[in-house]
């Protein structure tokens, strides 16, 4: 399985809020394997009120697939997303029978972009995050 990777680095605006994306499209056809956000930058993403954190959501842009949804971030962090495996009929399978542990599988995506919206992080920081695809 070949790997492949892109990044962007959001700048937000006064108010805290901004959009990226990483494009896909050229290469993807495959499975989300991981998304990160960085610290990098200076001055860094960070919430508009110390003790709250800031807000995102990250999502595939044409079939508005849910990768990573959060908020209250105060620092790096890594996901490994995945989505619930459903049967025929669309319900949720469980390992057991009628148990509570849900099935799980990576989330596909094929030519579209990752789309990554931040809100309430401050005016004018920056983070970077990372898609790791394969």
């Given amino acids: 399985m070949k790997v492949n990777t892109g990044s962007v680095t959001i700048t937000v605006d006064a108010s805290g809020d901004g959009t990226g ?26 919430a508009s009120s110390p003790t709250s954190g800031f807000d995102f959501t990250v999502t595939t842009e044409t079939t508005l697939q849910n990768l990573w949804v959060e908020t209250g971030i105060t620092g790096a962090k890594t996901v490994a997303p995945r989505q619930s495996v459903s049967d025929l009929v669309g319900a ?16 596909y995506a094929s030519n579209e972009r990752i789309k990554i919206v931040v809100a309430n992080a401050g005016n004018a920081t920056s983070g970077t995050f990372r898609v790791i695809w394969g």
């Fill in 21 to 46: 994306y990483v494009d896909l499209s050229e290469t993807l056809g495959g499975r989300i394997l991981s998304i990160h956000y960085t610290v990098t930058a200076t001055p860094y993403l960070e």
């Fill in 92 to 107: 949720a399978t469980h390992y057991n029978d009628g148990g509570d542990e849900p099935v799980v599988d990576f989330v």
